[in-house]
């Protein structure tokens, strides 16, 4: 047995081996009430103020399937092109962990509600933008078990831990699980796949209404499957990996188990079934519970609930509710905004669409809207391992600092220093301004204070000026700036200095 | 309407119920003399678990005095009930007759109970069953055995023996029950009472401790069938908690008892159900029975089940499959029993050793069968191939009933057995459900009605009436006949015959 | 047809959660020879062209409006608890991570 923490490159990795994916990902619905019960779903309730006697699984009690939920489940399916079942059971997943009301959960086993589907995911190479075709194998209907937090010991996780705690109020919320058939033939593009697979995934869940789908929330959560086998070779042993919490950990999860498993086959060594636990802060998972021993789950039909049977006209129905599909909107924006493929792509990629068509709708022009996101707010996430959308930059934000830039009382640097301001959560774009002290400086005297002090300090430089060197000028606006902390108006500046020495600029 | 004479204890629900109407007696005078009798006899027959002496009075007390205040009530309103200890009722111990749940406090109701009291019926309390539903005889109760009031040595059936044997001592003159392959039937015919398994959906689930949830019902029990029918009316019906529970319209199952006329009807005899290796005194009543009923005007067939062989065998791999899943719950985390929590023990070990402490004998055999006929590997062969038998048993009935409108059995192989006789040897104990099970695979209503004593040892002997799914009301128009023919015959009912005690 | 072995035993006593004795095991072994001639029983007819039945009364698209209704009070849901601390369930500590 290796407990090497050794990993190959990932490039040197893929020479020897390819990889074979796999995701699971679970999506909490955002109905009023549980999968089986009308208890509340809002978030941050008290502990344990949100159960009865079907969520706590207490003797006697019975489940009955909340209609939103499987409604949803099919527009999930349609959108994901799958195939509607016409007619199927839930089934008992029977194991015993204290979070587990019934120490059973209600799923679907061998017969999802949807199945045999597929989402098209584009990636940005070298070579420009590749799309895989990512096979949906199914999705189905399940109930989320009770949170648990653990006592006494010094991590606040399981191991260590003296005792634990469970609250009950989470038990019961409607799950929708989305199986992906193995993703083959991405190579090197592995990790970027899965995480486009994921963002794509979001978004059309955000689409279609059915979710909040924040990762970071656990209203989105992805498991991932990876196996490496030498090319032309039968599939590896895949190892699980869980606690993935972000668009970005995805990718590091896959990257790193690439990294690992060639380690592991290049000694000679066999590969664990097991799960896996990423860590945010290093990029690695370590091992988790062995899946060699996998656990006997005695699936059999819930008895206590009826089959489901979707008519196909209500079906049909529902597929009349759909969004426009993501490569047809998405067509139709990169048109309305006359921006070339690869820098949608880009957008795409920074999983700033949804965050640009938000920010448009809020009154924003869309050009501005695409500089914002794609450019600046990018590049703050990206520094500080976040995703765009839990910065806590919100699309009237922008608009607001537009409109602040419109108007002069704003220019782009000030721009940038009170979104910083906003990430911070130092208050509103007005009260950041007025906190910080970022106004432009539009009064003339104060202005032509600064230019006569500049002039006075390079006295040489006015001379090089009224000589017809008016590009001297950049040293006098330079200085004033720097002088006002950036908040004058530099063309403003400029045009007060030629003024001010009579040069014609 | 028969007046009432003699001891309140003794009488019918339905004649209680009309003499307070009448003004004749109070629910309190007839809770209160219920109670007594109960604190008189039931040291001996150990029918209750838990008697709700205040309550019951408080209750009754209410509804005189809505009724004092001109209320229109219920035509069971004040007459009191003893309720099988698998149904929950908000507040009061439900132990389900295990140690796992001893001393657990439901905190709701169950539909059954809800409707019970809508219908201004009193509980006087619960009674003692096998282990949650698990058995034959009530033998395996935690609590101990229960009694059959025709002879203490006894056993009074089970699972719902607590509820047959209450109503056999006159301690209540109603009951419910549940019935997952013959808990209501089988006691009611070695107590020589009344007892229905309705269709499957036909009354709720939802607050019954579930056994096998495809199987299970809650039903009710009493002396007559028309008392039956009185309470089947009140408990059954469509409840939106429950997903499996029928949307139709219950029948008209007291103007069926009412009724209560065979003329032209065609009447089944099984013959898988014949009665080979049955003791003969239960061979003798049933035929009997069968006699009357083509005197009175039914026209009598034997028809075949064939696959009716094969319940029992499918019954042992559905039941404890489902079982084994229903009882995962009682882990000693969230209720009940925790056992062996020092402080230094994981709770993997917590919760086996609380379920070894909280289960008897019987239940842990049922979870170790459903574990091993649900495993991998195993599905297909087990569990799913006796779901298939169910399929053919139901084919079965659907046949048969193309050609008749009710079949007949007798319900169970023996009269009652010695306490002790059976209870370590499980096969010679399912057998006692050989008649009941193919009514609970199939999922229609079954009843069972006192026939006769057996000539051999004296003791009740029960014949099962079977009804296609949704027409209970026809058990009551074939057991109300047969009922009045034979009270007809004996001059009296066939309980007045049991032993004073 | 082989009989149900030690192990097995133990293993299914694992699944179900129970601490059996050394004597329940050994005695069990037995016990559970039994679904085997139910097992044997059922498959004389349990052929491929017969549907299984999970339900007894065939019935479909049962379903609840999604309307949130307020549950138990907490008291309640504490007052039966075997362990209660900081509002939650107290549980002995897990040692398999789920």
């Known amino acids: 047995m290796t407990t090497t923490h050794d990993t190959i490159p990932f490039a040197q990795a893929l020479e020897k081996f390819d990889p074979v994916l796999g995701l699971e990902t679970h999506v909490e619905l955002g109905t009023a009430s549980k999968m089986f019960c009308s208890c509340p779903t809002e978030f941050g309730a008290a502990a344990n103020t949100q159960v009865c006697p079907v969520c706590l699984g207490l003797p006697g009690s019975m489940p009955v399937v909340n209609a939103m939920a499987v409604e949803s489940t099919i527009r999930m399916g349609l959108a994901l092109n799958c195939s509607i079942a016409e007619w199927c059971r839930f089934a008992r997943k029977n194991y015993f962990y204290p979070d587990m009301p019934k120490d059973y959960q209600v799923s679907q086993y061998d017969e999802p509600l949807c199945f045999d589907g597929y989402l098209d995911v584009t990636v940005e190479t070298d070579d420009g933008p590749r799309e895989f075709r990512v096979e949906i194998e199914r999705v189905h209907m399940e109930e989320d078990t009770g949170k648990l937090t653990h006592a006494g010991g010094a991590t606040g996780r399981i191991h260590g831990a003296d005792y634990s705690l469970v609250d009950y109020n989470r038990a019961g919320i409607p799950l929708i699980e989305i199986v992906t058939k193995p993703i083959e033939g991405t190579g090197s593009l592995a990790p970027l796949v899965a995480r486009a697979y994921v963002t794509e995934l979001r978004d059309l869940m955000r689409g279609l209404g059915v979710s909040d789908v924040r990762m970071e929330e656990g209203s989105l959560r992805c498991d991932v499957n990876v196996s490496l086998a030498p090319p032309g070779d039968p599939w590896g042993t895949r190892s699980e990996t869980k606690n993935v919490n972000s668009l970005r950990s995805v990718e590091r999860a896959v990257h790193s188990e690439i990294e690992r498993q060639a380690a592991v086959l290049a000694s000679g060594g066999r590969v664990i079934q097991e799960t896996r636990h990423f860590h945010e802060d290093t990029g690695r998972s370590t091992s988790g519970r062995s899946k060699e021993q996998a656990e006997d789950y005695r699936y059999f039909p819930e008895p206590d609930l009826v089959p489901v049977a979707p008519s196909r006209e209500w079906v049909e129905e529902l597929r009349a509710t759909l969004p426009e599909p993501p490569s047809v909107k998405r067509a139709r924006l990169r048109a309305e905004w006359g921006v070339s493929d690869h820098d949608f792509q880009t957008l795409i990629n920074a999983g700033a669409l949804l965050l640009v068509e938000e920010t448009i709708a809020a009154g924003v022009d869309q050009a501005a809207a695409r500089k914002w996101w794609s450019g600046e707010l990018t590049r703050i996430a990206n520094d500080r391992g976040l995703e765009l959308d839990s910065l806590g930059v919100t699309p009237d934000d922008i608009k607001r600092v537009e409109e602040l830039l419109a108007e002069g009382s704003l220019n782009d640097k000030l721009a940038r220093q009170v979104f910083d301001g906003v990430i911070a959560g130092e208050g509103t774009v007005d009260e950041i301004v007025a906190s910080r002290g970022l106004g432009v400086v539009s009064d003339d005297s104060a202005l032509l204070t600064a230019i006569d002090a500049a002039l006075a300090e390079q006295p040489d430089v006015a001379e090089k000026i009224k000589g017809g060197k008016v590009q001297a000028a950049g040293a006098i606006v330079g200085a004033v700036m720097k002088a006002t902390r950036g908040q004058a108006d530099a063309a403003k500046v400029r045009s007060l200095l030629l003024e001010r020495l009579g040069v014609e600029g | 309407m028969a007046t009432m004479d003699g001891d309140l204890v003794r009488q019918d629900a339905s004649v209680l119920a009309q003499a307070m109407v009448e003004g004749e007696v109070s629910s309190e005078e007839i809770t209160r003399a219920h109670l007594d009798r109960i604190a008189s006899v039931d040291d001996r027959v150990h029918a209750f678990l838990h008697v709700l002496s205040d309550d019951a009075i408080s209750s009754a007390r209410e509804v005189d005095r809505r009724r004092a205040a001109g209320e229109r009530l219920g035509p069971l309103a004040g007459v009191p009930l003893a309720l099988k200890d698998v149904l929950t009722m908000t507040g009061v111990p439900t132990t389900c007759g295990s140690r796992v749940l001893e001393g657990w406090r439901p905190p709701y109701d169950s539909t059954v109970v809800e409707r019970l009291r809508s219908a201004d019926i009193v509980i006087l309390g619960k009674t003692n069953m096998d282990e949650f539903a698990m058995g034959s005889s009530t033998e395996h109760s935690a609590y101990g055995p229960t009694h059959n009031p025709w002879d203490l040595e006894r056993i009074p059936g089970g699972s719902g023996g607590g509820s047959a044997a209450a109503l056999a001592a006159f301690e209540a003159p109603l009951a419910i029950g549940t019935d997952t392959g013959g808990s209501i039937r089988q006691p009611a015919a070695v107590t020589g009472t009344v007892g229905v398994k309705p269709t499957y959906g036909g009354v709720s689930r939802y607050g019954l401790v579930a056994l096998a949830s495809s199987l299970d019902q809650p039903g009710p029990c009493a002396r007559t069938v028309m008392d039956t029918a009185l309470l089947h009316a009140v408990i059954a019906g469509h409840d939106p908690r429950d997903s499996t529970s029928i949307r139709a319209e219950v029948p008209d199952i007291v103007g069926a008892a009412r009724a209560a006329d065979v003329r032209g009807m065609r009447i089944g005899l099984v013959r898988e159900l014949g009665g080979e290796g049955y003791q003969a005194g239960v061979r003798q009543r049933f035929e009997e029975s069968v006699a009357i009923l083509t005197d009175l005007g039914a026209e009598v067939v034997e028809v075949s089940c064939p696959n009716f062989e094969y319940a029992l065998a499918a019954y042992y791999l559905i039941l404890p499959s489902e079982a084994s899943s229903n009882l995962a719950r009682f882990d000693g985390m969230r209720y009940g029993l925790r056992e062996g929590d020092d402080g230094s023990r994981s709770v993997e070990e917590v919760m086996a050793l609380t379920r070894e402490a909280g289960f008897g004998a019987e239940v842990k055999r049922r979870i170790m069968i459903g574990t091993y006929a649900l495993s991998s590997g195993y599905y297909d062969a087990y569990y799913g191939s006796a779901q298939k038998v169910r399929t053919l048993i139901t084919r079965d009935f659907t046949a048969a009933f193309e050609d008749v409108d009710v079949l007949v059995s007798p319900t169970a192989p023996t009269t009652a057995f010695k306490i002790g006789d059976k209870v370590d040897d499980p096969l010679a104990m399912y057998l006692n459900d050989i008649a009941t099970i193919p009514v609970n695979l199939a999922g229609n209503a079954a009843m069972s009605l006192p026939i006769g004593l057996a000539p051999e040892d004296g003791l009740p002997v029960g014949l099962q009436i079977m009804a296609p799914p949704m027409a209970d009301d026809r058990l009551y128009r074939v057991g109300g006949a047969l009922e009045a023919a034979l009270v007809d015959h004996w001059g009296h009912q066939l309980i007045e015959e049991a032993p004073q005690l | ?98």
């Open chain 3, 1 to 98: 047809m082989t009989s149900i072995t030690r192990e097995e035993v133990e293993h299914l006593a694992r699944l179900a959660r129970l601490q059996l004795s050394d004597d329940e095991i050994a005695h069990y072994a037995g016990q559970l020879d039994v679904i085997l001639q139910s097992v044997a029983r059922v498959a004389e007819v349990a052929g491929d062209d017969i549907p299984p039945t999970s339900h007894p009364i065939p019935m479909v698209n049962v379903y609840r409006d999604d309307v949130a209704r307020p549950g138990l009070d907490r008291a309640a849901v504490a007052a039966g608890a075997p362990a209660w601390e900081d509002d939650r369930f107290r549980v002995p500590r897990i040692l398999d991570e789920e």
